[in-house]
Nanobody
Framework: QVLLVESGGGLVQAGGSLRLSCAYS????MGWFRQAPGKAREFVAV????????FYADSVKGRFTISRDNAKNTMYLQMNSLKPEDTAVYFC????????????????WGQGTQVTVSS
């Protein structure tokens, strides 16, 4: 029904940077989530439909920046000062019903892209 296609994951050294992209169909509030091996999925960041409002998890605040370009139908997550604990599969999600910080509220999900940060 709604297609989300992620890209940009890869291997980077601690302190490095990486930019994730999520191509989308339609116009929704959208978020980034991540899940590390053996751990629960956690909220990373969310952005409103037109990009005017953003929220970040405390763990990434000041290091990550969420943005979107609706003309290109693409959402981004710029990740700077990466740490080994940022290693996870990163998912983009769209159209939350309730709290934008709860993954259970999102209707649509991408396939995920692996981010690995080495020490």
């Amino acid at each position: 029904q709604v297609l989300l296609v992620e890209s940009g994951g890869g291997l980077v050294q601690a302190g490095g940077s990486l930019r994730l992209s999520c191509a989308y169909s339609g116009l929704y509030s959208m978020g980034w989530f991540r899940q590390a091996p053996g751990k629960a999925r956690e909220f990373v960041a969310v952005i409103s439909e037109h990009g005017s409002t953003t929220f970040y998890a405390d763990s990434v605040k000041g290091r990550f920046t969420i943005s979107r370009d609706n003309a290109k139908n693409t959402m981004y997550l710029q990740m700077n000062s990466l740490k080994p604990e940022d290693t996870a599969v990163y998912f983009c999600a769209a159209d939350p019903d309730g709290s934008w910080k709860n993954g259970e509220d999102y209707k649509y999900w991408g396939q995920g892209t692996q981010v690995t940060v080495s020490s």
